[in-house]
């Protein structure tokens, strides 16, 4: 893990947001580094998607503070987020699938010369991004339509680069994939840590956080519930304090296995 500074790039101090009598969120904290995978876990309805929102400025908070590298900041409307330098990349992917790869890194930032947009380079900034990732794709002019589920979900990664952000959010990005469609997504996510990059990821795929997240923040009814180091905490503990009880049928299964190696050790 590359820590570039001890300041945290993102910081979340006590974050509450209510959606009229819901409570979604309550005092939640969150901190993300530089060079940093913090894998954001927790069941369905547990705050996590309210929490990317405010994070990316769909939903402004209603109490707590956000902090951005050590300084308080106000993030009240996407483009907040984006001009601070958080990038998100939601499950739809946001892809047109009628235009190439080209257009679709550059849909809003179009590079243009003497007011025309500038083909050429657009062409070879994307074939470099996509070089210095690592990413294969047939062609950058090929349509978005013809690639497969990994390649896109790499190219919507790629795009949230464009504008050099510090910090990239990956809302189940291996959600529809295959194996393979998967290892390429989580090398990408190696990839971003290595640039110096913070990553927030939420996924549901306990064998995806445990590959490339340094920590994994577990949020349960709107509250955290436990910050954990992947490399000293168990799948079991993760689990747990996910679903909030020491009893179920994952650590049940560790239980019996534990029970017999003691046995056979004995």
Known sequence: MIHVSATPVLALRGISK??????????????????????????????????????????????????????????????????????????????????????????????????????????????????????????????????????????AIARALIGDPKIVILDEPTAALGVEQTAQVLDLVERLRERGLGVILISHNMADVQAVADRVAVLRLGRNNGVFDVEGTSHEEIIAAITGASDNAVTRRQARTDKVKKEVGA
């Open 18 to 155: 209510r959606f009229g009598a819901v409570q979604a969120l309550t005092d939640v904290t969150l901190e993300i580094h530089p060079g940093e995978v913090v894998a954001l876990v927790g069941d369905n309805g547990a705050g996590k998607s309210t929490l990317v929102k405010t994070i990316s400025g769909v939903h402004p908070v209603d109490d707590g503070a956000i902090e951005w590298e050590g300084r308080a900041v106000r993030i009240s409307k996407p483009h907040d987020a984006q001009e601070l330098g958080v990038a998100t990349v939601y499950q739809d992917l946001a892809l047109c699938d009628n235009l190439d790869v080209v257009a679709n890194l550059f849909l809003g930032n179009e590079t243009r010369t003497a007011g025309v947009l500038d083909e050429i380079a657009m062409e070879k900034r994307a074939k470099e991004l996509l070089d210095t990732l690592s990413i294969r794709i047939p062609s950058v002019r090929i349509p978005v339509a013809a690639l497969s589920g990994g390649q896109r979900q790499v190219v």
